[in-house]
């Protein structure tokens, strides 16, 4: 495997159901991130693991829960999830510096497809 | 905070025209870096190019042009000859610091 993996490519889940999203990354980079694609907002950043750090934008529904067991892993917990939140989950990586923050390039998986009926 | 604008939110070409996807950014922050990413129908975000905020010359690459002007806030992208191949959206983004911004995309489409 090269690159950004994520799996499963595409998930069907009713609002009660409790699922996880799984990315991998194979770049060796030190920082991962979840973003959000819906038809109806840009690209939003959810989460980013950073130098041992987690970062959260506020505006992410407690029903998301990330988890980043080491640089290389990077899972999505979902929960009671809402049709709105059915949308296209990226995850990317990159490898950051304490000096440089987050400005260095990410690199993209090629995301999973989530239906929530 | 910054943003970044993409006002053209769909284009349609034919194969072999030029092409010209704007971006204009907004941003206090003196050091940033400005992004294009493209993304196939497949979804994956595809990175095209990097460019600091201290580096103002254009950059070529094959079909590809870039024109990045601070004194307008805009780094414009230019296919040049365009294929059915480059269909796709087109985001241009902006990093400070600790945050990624994505304009809206463009969809470009190419027909044959």
């Known amino acids: 495997e090269t690159g950004v993996t994520q799996t499963p490519r595409h998930l069907v889940m009713g609002m009660t159901n409790k699922k996880s999203l799984k990315c991998e990354q194979h770049?060796?980079?030190?920082?991962m991130y979840w973003y959000k694609q819906s038809a109806k907002k840009p690209l939003e950043l959810m989460f980013v693991y950073s130098l041992e750090e987690r970062v959260e934008n506020n505006s992410v529904p407690s029903r998301f829960s990330p988890e980043c067991p080491n640089s290389s892993h990077l899972f999505l917990h979902l929960h009671t999830l809402q049709p709105e939140d059915s949308a296209l989950y990226l995850c990317?990586?990159?490898?950051?510096?304490?000096?440089?923050?987050?400005?260095?390039?990410?690199?993209f998986g090629p995301g999973t497809r989530l239906t929530v009926l | 905070a910054q943003k970044v604008t993409q006002a053209q939110t769909e284009i349609s070409v034919v194969e072999k025209e030029d092409v010209t996807l704007d971006c204009v950014y907004e941003?206090?922050?003196?050091?940033?870096?400005l992004f294009w990413y493209k993304q196939p129908p497949s979804g994956e975000l595809v990175f095209l190019i990097r460019r600091n905020s201290f580096d103002e010359q254009n950059e070529i690459s094959g079909r590809y042009s870039w024109n990045f002007q601070k004194s307008t806030s805009s780094f414009n992208f230019t296919i040049t000859a365009s294929q059915v191949v480059d269909s796709a959206v087109y985001f241009c983004?902006?990093?400070?610091?600790?945050?990624?911004?994505f304009g809206g995309g463009t969809r470009l489409m190419v027909k044959p």
């Open positions: 983004a902006l990093s400070v610091i600790n945050m990624l911004t």
């Open positions: 990317a990586s990159s490898q950051v510096t304490r000096t440089s923050g987050n400005t260095d390039t990410q690199y």
């Open positions: 941003t206090r922050d003196t050091t940033y870096y």
């Open positions: 770049l060796g980079h030190n920082a």
